[in-house]
């Protein structure tokens, strides 16, 4: 049985180029941005450096690894802390107009990345977006040593509940995922229960928002590709239900944190996944929507921190 914690706890080889900041938005603190060529294409993403563990934070849809700026201010001085931004609407760099981007072909782009920065006894931290749970029982599951589940799709909630579940019909009929977007343009609209409102209770800061959206209000090929993915949410659907039996054959350590208030991941989901996971501990964090990492930042580092000094159980 997974230990359950309470939700109080307070907060306790690839080179850089020149970083191509959208207008007035900069990266990361101190994190030059790097790319990689993968074969689906170039994968931009920050990387704090340093000789401590590895992190892996991934994000969601028409987010980047921004959403983790909190935790990795607290995290970055003891580990490692590697932001990749993938092609949901908010990467710069389109990928091939063949590739494959459906959630199994975005789990491949995540692992390829992994592989290609060769990077092993890692951390893998996901949040919102379910598809790395895909990679649990691959050929890459070696390299994973410890993960970390905020929040996030599983079982059959793809597209997660919401008006999210919309956008597969929409990106169906032309021109309906530009009209989609179309009040992501104003500030005030981004805090509907339509648009984000419902993915955190405190508002993203504008500039931040500005950096997520502009390139998909402003690039082509952006928008084919995130139109790609969400026009494959049915197979999605099945690829992560297939996924949760691995789930019970991960034999390393994993924090489950899940939003007690969530309104489109349902917190039975999160203790649903802590029951599968043989070594698994499950934290409900309080006072927070969807994404933890925007709501309670320094109650999610303390959490991992406390995680990821824990000894590895014996084998």
């Not at 091939?96 to 290609?116: K, Y």
């Not at 799709?153 to 990106?171: C, M």
């Not at 690039?219 to 099945?238: H, N």
């Not at 043989?278 to 109650?299: C, F, G, K, M, N």
Request: glycine share 8%; aromatic share 6%.
């Amino acid at each position: 049985m997974p230990e359950v914690e309470p939700s109080e706890m307070s907060a306790p080889g690839v080179e850089p180029r020149p970083e191509k900041s959208m207008p007035g938005v900069e990266p990361q603190s101190g994190m030059p941005m790097h790319e990689v060529e993968l074969s689906a294409g170039t994968i931009e993403y920050e990387d704090t450096g340093g000789n401590g563990p590895a992190i892996v934070f991934v994000h969601g849809l028409i987010m980047d690894g921004s959403l983790w700026r909190h935790v990795v201010g607290d995290l970055r001085r003891d580990y490692r802390c590697i932001l990749p931004t993938l092609p949901f609407g908010a990467h710069r760099r389109p990928m091939h107009a063949d590739a494959d981007l459906s959630m199994s072909g975005m789990a491949e782009i995540l692992g390829e990345f992994v592989e290609a920065l060769d990077l092993r006894e890692l951390t893998l931290a996901i949040s919102d977006w379910g598809g790395p749970l895909l990679l649990l029982g691959g050929s890459r599951d070696e390299r994973i040593a410890r993960l970390v589940v905020c929040s996030c799709e599983a079982f059959d909630n793809v597209p997660p509940k919401g008006a999210a579940r919309l956008l597969p019909h929409l990106a169906r009929i032309p021109g309906g995922l530009d009209a989609a977007l179309l009040p992501f343009r104003f500030d005030r609209l981004r805090r509907l229960p339509m648009t984000y409102g419902s993915l955190s209770k405190r508002p993203v800061p504008r500039e931040v928002m500005d950096r997520w959206f502009g390139p998909i209000r402003t690039q082509r090929e952006v928008r084919r590709d995130l139109r790609k993915y969400v026009r494959s949410a049915s197979q999605a659907r099945r690829d992560l239900l297939a996924a949760m039996d691995a789930l019970a054959r991960f034999d390393r350590p994993a924090l489950i944190a899940w939003a007690s208030e969530d309104k489109l991941m349902p917190p039975e989901h999160g203790r649903r996944l802590a029951e599968l996971l043989p070594h698994s501990r499950l934290v409900e964090i309080a006072d927070s929507y969807t994404l933890i990492p925007e709501d309670q930042p320094a109650a999610l580092a303390a959490h991992m921190r406390e995680f990821l000094s824990a000894p590895q159980p014996a084998a």
